[in-house]
């Protein structure tokens, strides 16, 4: 079956550690995203990257760091600098081309302990 | 002004009632639009795509698209229990796909 799996779907971090959040997708596409998404509030974009060894950052990337070193996986490493990193992180995949949607992965709700 | 809004309801629908569903953008040159949907700690699903200026059909749900007002929403026909969920407005404003999200409406369909 074709789609985006994420894993761990749940993941505690001390305070002070790094973690890295997995996401790999079949569906061929180039672009993949990652967005934070905190209690009753829409998605926010942390990074995103639309080709291979190629990212950007999105709107809340401090504390956070990416890889793109294959096409299928998309890794999200959440460090010891990002302050508030109880959250439902979700990994999405599309074209990235205009007018195409993004299909996300079940997502991974991580919580620092 | 956030580039997307919507209003965080929750809206409250009885069975069978049509629920409307609202969101405004601020950025003019916005090309894509799309509602999803999202349960309770589930990811957000794809519901329906709008591109172009009227109104969009399928099923019982409805998108509709002014670019002038720069306002987009959904209609529910015939709601259903099922439906209750946060429903997600997101804005795509150029080809890197960079979706923007509203914060989400809740979505209670009364039995």
């Known amino acids: 079956d074709g789609g985006i799996t994420q894993s761990p779907k749940y993941l505690f971090r001390k305070e002070g550690q790094n973690v890295t959040l997995s996401c790999e997708q079949n569906?061929?596409?180039?672009?993949m995203y990652w967005y934070r998404q905190d209690p009753g509030q829409g998605l926010r974009l942390i990074y995103y990257?639309?080709?291979?060894?190629?990212?950007q950052k999105g709107d809340i990337a401090e504390g956070y760091s990416v890889s793109r070193e294959k096409k299928e996986s998309f890794p999200l490493t959440v460090t010891s600098a990002q302050k508030n990193p109880t959250a439902f992180y979700l990994c999405?995949?599309?074209?990235?081309?205009?007018?195409?949607?993004?299909?996300f992965g079940q997502g991974t709700r991580l919580t620092v302990v | 002004q956030k580039e997307v809004e919507q209003n965080s309801g929750p809206l409250s629908v009885p069975e069978g009632a049509i629920a409307s569903l609202n969101c405004t953008y601020s950025?003019?040159?916005?090309?894509?639009f799309f509602w999803y949907r999202q349960y309770s700690g589930k990811s957000p699903e794809l519901i329906m795509s709008?591109?172009?200026?009227g109104d969009k059909e399928d099923g019982r749900f409805t998108a509709q698209l002014n670019k002038a007002s720069q306002y987009v929403s959904l209609l529910i026909r015939d709601s259903q229990p099922s439906d209750s969920a946060t429903y997600l407005c997101?804005?795509?404003?150029?080809?890197?796909?960079?979706?923007?999200f509203g914060t989400g409406t809740l979505l209670a369909v009364q039995p």
């Open positions: 990257s639309q080709i291979v060894n190629d990212f």
């Open positions: 950025d003019r040159v916005s090309q894509s």
């Open positions: 997101a804005v795509n404003r150029d080809a890197t796909n960079k979706l923007i």
């Open positions: 999405a995949s599309s074209i990235p081309a205009l007018n195409t949607e993004a299909f």
């Open positions: 709008i591109y172009s200026n």
């Open positions: 569906l061929n596409h180039d672009a």
